[in-house]
């Protein structure tokens, strides 16, 4: 097995980076990360592919990703109230393809919620397909989150997978 560690360092600190905006809910830069073009995907049955045409907790473009982030920051959406504060982990990160400007990478993410009292855990595995731009930098293209406790549901949740 051949491993690029330089580019394993490289979408390791840009995956790290992302969790950190998520966890302290700097969503306008989190916006930034991704590609006009990209998907954001949490799938109900982790064992499904074709997420088109499936029913998902989340199958965001750029409009929906826009409108996710605005509901948070507004509170417009119930489930908002009071703010969850979430702390991940982001581990296993493996580079899977890197070809023509597009790198594919598995990670596992560790995601605890504490909110009203309450401690909650979500595990996944998480799929990024991501693009490096002309100057150099990487976007998000498409990431999809396969939660492992997928059967549990994700009603009312205050932030971002």
């Known amino acids: 097995?051949?491993?690029?560690?330089?580019?394993?360092?490289?979408?390791t600190a840009f995956i790290?980076?992302?969790a950190?905006?998520?966890?302290?809910?700097?969503?306008q830069e989190w916006l930034n990360l991704w590609s006009e073009q990209g998907k954001y995907i949490?799938?109900?049955d982790p064992t499904l592919t074709d997420y088109e045409n499936n029913l998902n907790y989340a199958?965001?473009?750029?409009?929906?990703?826009?409108l996710r982030v605005q509901r948070l920051e507004n509170g417009e959406a119930i489930s908002t109230a009071p703010?969850?504060?979430?702390?991940r982990s982001v581990s296993r990160v493996r580079v899977i393809q890197d070809q023509d400007n597009e790198i594919v990478l598995r990670c596992a993410q560790n995601l605890r919620e504490?909110?009203?009292e309450n401690l909650k855990h979500y595990t996944a595995d998480v799929t990024y397909h991501?693009?490096?731009q002309t100057e150099g930098g990487l976007k998000i293209s498409r990431k999809v989150i396969n939660l492992v406790n997928s059967t549990d549901t994700l009603a009312g949740i205050s932030y971002i997978l």
């Open 1 to 11: 097995m051949n491993i690029n560690l330089n580019l394993l360092n490289e979408v």
């Open 16 to 18: 790290w980076a992302e």
């Open 20 to 27: 950190d905006m998520l966890d302290h809910s700097e969503y």
């Open 42 to 44: 949490i799938p109900i």
């Open 59 to 66: 199958y965001d473009d750029h409009h929906m990703r826009k």
């Open 83 to 87: 703010k969850a504060n979430t702390v």
């Open 114 to 116: 504490f909110r009203k």
């Open 130 to 132: 991501l693009v490096r």
